[in-house]
C-alpha cells in the first residue's frame, strides 16, 4: 500500500526547541519537514495525541531575515529508530502563534522551490 501525502515531505536538519508542560525545554531535530508536521529525531519518546508546543527559525524569504516561528504541534506516531539512535517522531501542526504559518510556508516553498523547481502553490 502506497502512502499519500497532501504536500511533499523535504528532508532538512534544523533544531526545534519543545516546551513540554512542566515547563523544561527539549531540543531536538528534525529530519523532515512538509506543509503539515515535521519528523523530529529526538533522545526521549512521545505518546500519541500529545499536544506540544515547538519553536524554531526560518528564514522569512519576503524579509530576509530569520524569524521565531512558533507552533503548537500534536504527536501522531512516536518509533525508535535503531540506525538513528534515537526516537523518530512524527507531528502535525495544530495551529501557529502570529504570522507563524505564513513565515514557515514561504519557508518551505523556498526549499521546495531550491531543491524540487516546484512551488508549493499556497499563499
Given at each position: 500500500?502506497?502512502?499519500?501525502?497532501?504536500?511533499?515531505?523535504?528532508?532538512?536538519?534544523?533544531?526545534?526547541?519543545?516546551?513540554?508542560?512542566?515547563?523544561?525545554?527539549?531540543?531536538?531535530?528534525?529530519?523532515?519537514?512538509?506543509?503539515?508536521?515535521?519528523?523530529?529525531?529526538?533522545?526521549?519518546?512521545?505518546d500519541?495525541?500529545?499536544?506540544?508546543?515547538?519553536?524554531?527559525?526560518?528564514?522569512?524569504?519576503?524579509?530576509?531575515?530569520?524569524?521565531?516561528?512558533?507552533?503548537?504541534?500534536?504527536?501522531?506516531?512516536?518509533?525508535?529508530?535503531?540506525?538513528?539512535?534515537?526516537?523518530?517522531?512524527?507531528?502535525?501542526?495544530?495551529?501557529?502563534?502570529?504570522?507563524?504559518?505564513?513565515?514557515?510556508?514561504?519557508?518551505?516553498?523556498?526549499?521546495?522551490?531550491s531543491?524540487?523547481?516546484?512551488?508549493?502553490?499556497?499563499?
Open positions: 500500500m502506497q502512502e499519500r501525502r497532501a504536500s511533499p515531505r523535504i528532508k532538512i536538519r534544523f533544531k526545534v526547541g519543545v516546551l513540554l508542560s512542566s515547563g523544561e525545554v527539549h531540543y531536538v531535530w528534525t529530519y523532515d519537514i512538509s506543509l503539515g508536521g515535521m519528523q523530529l529525531l529526538s533522545e526521549y519518546s512521545a500519541s495525541g500529545d499536544i506540544l508546543r515547538v519553536f524554531f527559525s526560518a528564514l522569512d524569504t519576503e524579509t530576509d531575515t530569520y524569524l521565531r516561528v512558533v507552533a503548537r504541534i500534536r504527536v501522531i506516531r512516536a518509533v525508535y529508530d535503531g540506525s538513528e539512535r534515537c526516537f523518530r517522531i512524527g507531528v502535525e501542526f495544530v495551529d501557529f502563534e502570529g504570522n507563524g504559518r505564513t513565515v514557515y510556508n514561504r519557508y518551505l516553498d523556498s526549499r521546495l522551490y531543491r524540487y523547481g516546484q512551488r508549493l502553490g499556497v499563499g
